[in-house]
């Protein structure tokens, strides 16, 4: 465990999102003491619940109850807390009431990095609402002027996983972050999340691939595992390394 403890805050559209896309991420943070928050906007009960919808009788009712309990799961053998705001999905609909309490949450945790959604994916809009959430809340959230309970917010991060589809999502890497050592917790995670249990294979081979990339960008041969990400923000240094 590190003494640089930082607080990180993973921004999700549905209960899924923060699984399959950075569950690695979560997972090295809170092996290294950070503190790492989830603020889920949606269960997705409507469009990213196909294993459940495929069962006789099911109710929107029982779905989002299910996903909740995936989700609540998934978080906690990660090793992260998680706020779900139960906004719907198909399409996430995020009103002022909604927002605001994006902002104070981003003021209570405040968070040193940030990971989000992409700014846009054809395929999904709710990714793109929450991409523009996140960076309208964070905005706010830094206002002297936007009086709340906690302290305006310094300049967080703002990192971007992998979607699903990054060629056509003009996604380009700029950070390859090794999640060997915490994989087996993440497939653990995955595999919480039945309604979308097709997706387990998908994310452990794109794990697969994105670790030889990381190899052959570090010469680290011990790494088999790793996720894809993208700063938003330049970094700052006194260096070029």
């Known amino acids: 465990m590190t ?11 549905h209960s899924g999102d923060f699984v399959w896309r950075a569950g690695g991420a979560i997972a090295v943070s809170a092996a290294r003491g950070d503190d790492v928050h989830v603020i889920c906007l949606s269960f997705g009960e409507r469009g990213e619940s196909q294993g459940l919808w495929k069962q006789d009788g099911m109710t929107i009712e029982n779905v989002r109850e299910k996903r909740l309990a995936e989700a609540t799961a998934a978080a906690e053998i990660l090793g992260a807390s998680a706020d779900f705001l139960d906004l719907g999905d198909y399409p996430l609909n995020v009103d002022d009431e909604a927002f605001n309490h994006v902002v104070d949450l981003l003021r209570r945790y405040r968070p040193d990095t940030i990971i989000t959604h992409v700014a846009n994916d054809p395929y999904n809009r709710d990714h793109n609402m929450a991409h523009e959430v996140l960076l309208r809340s964070r905005m706010v959230a830094q206002a002297m002027g936007h009086k709340t309970e906690d302290p305006p917010l310094g300049a967080p991060q703002v990192l971007m996983f992998e979607p699903h589809q990054p060629e056509m999502c003009n996604f380009s ?16 995670a995955m595999q919480c999340m039945g309604a979308q249990s097709h997706l387990i294979e998908y994310y452990t081979e794109l794990a697969v691939r994105r670790g030889v990339q990381a190899v052959r960008n570090s010469g680290n041969s011990s790494i088999s595992h790793a996720e894809a990400h993208a700063r938003l923000f330049p970094v700052v240094g006194s260096d070029l390394v």
Do not use: H, N
Request: hydrophobic fraction near 50%; charged fraction near 35%.
């Open 3 to 13: 003494t640089d403890k930082k607080s990180i805050v993973v921004f999700s559209a």
């Open 173 to 188: 890497v700029d950070l390859i972050l090794d999640i060997t050592e915490v994989f087996d917790v993440k497939l653990k």
